[in-house]
């Protein structure tokens, strides 16, 4: 089954402490994106990765780490998490560049930071 | 930078009406312009997508429109049933903003029995 997965799905930590979501999808696709959904104001782009290391700043890049070292892995790295981290985070892929195909979300992330 | 705006924020229809959600860009580059329905507790996905060169799109219930010159693109969803309850977000994906997608704010839609 053609799917974009997140891990952990739920995550509760304190301030300071480094964490990793994982990104994984398994329908071959050459851009992977990461966003964070807060109450009005939408979804708002992180980082996006065109392809294997190749990875540059969306929107709200401040305070998060990106790797892309496999195609189909996207790990978004949160070095020293604070209190306005907390939100819920996104990863969704598309067959190549966003303005073409279609995005495809994984299930979700909600982080809170303590 | 670039941005998208989305109107309104809230919008309840009774069921049976038509319900149309607006949205305006500001890069002028943009050229494909999706839509997405986020239901409560779930991911968004892609209802309907427009692309520069075409004026109108249409899948059923769900139509969207695209006037360039003025930079905004609605969509329109018909004959609204309980299930078109939902979020809706709006988007702007062009060249020049390097391949950043923009999203709107949102629109939190809701059918009344």
């Known amino acids: 089954e053609a799917q974009v997965t997140q891990n952990p799905r739920y995550l509760i930590t304190v301030t300071g402490k480094k964490l990793t979501v994982t990104c994984s999808q398994n329908?071959?696709?050459?851009?992977m994106s990461w966003y964070r959904q807060d109450p009005g104001l939408g979804l708002r782009q992180i980082y996006y990765?065109?392809?294997?290391?190749?990875?540059d700043k969306g929107d709200v890049p401040e305070g998060y780490k990106v790797s892309r070292k496999e195609k189909r892995n996207f790990p978004l790295i949160l070095e020293s998490p604070s209190p306005n981290q907390t939100s819920l985070y996104f990863c969704?892929?598309?067959?190549?560049?966003?303005?073409?195909?279609?995005?495809?979300f994984g299930p979700g992330t909600r982080l809170t930071v303590l | 930078g670039e941005n998208v705006e989305q109107h309104p924020s809230t919008l309840s229809v009774q069921e049976g009406d038509s319900a149309v959600i607006k949205c305006t860009y500001s890069?002028?580059?943009?050229?494909?312009f999706p839509w997405y329905k986020q239901e409560l507790g779930k991911r968004p996905q892609l209802i309907i997508d427009?692309?520069?060169?075409?004026g109108e799109k249409k899948d059923q219930r769900i139509a969207v429109t695209l006037n360039k010159t003025a930079k905004h693109f609605s969509l329109h969803i018909t004959e609204t049933q309980p299930e078109d309850s939902a979020v809706y977000f709006c988007?702007?994906?062009?060249?020049?903003?390097?391949?950043?997608?923009?999203f709107g704010s949102g629109t939190r839609l809701s059918i009344r029995p």
């Open positions: 969704a892929s598309s067959l190549s560049k966003g303005d073409t195909d279609t995005q495809y």
């Open positions: 329908m071959n696709h050459e851009y």
């Open positions: 990765s065109m392809n294997v290391e190749v990875t």
């Open positions: 890069d002028s580059a943009s050229n494909y």
């Open positions: 427009i692309r520069s060169n075409v």
């Open positions: 988007a702007a994906v062009g060249y020049s903003s390097a391949s950043k997608i923009i």
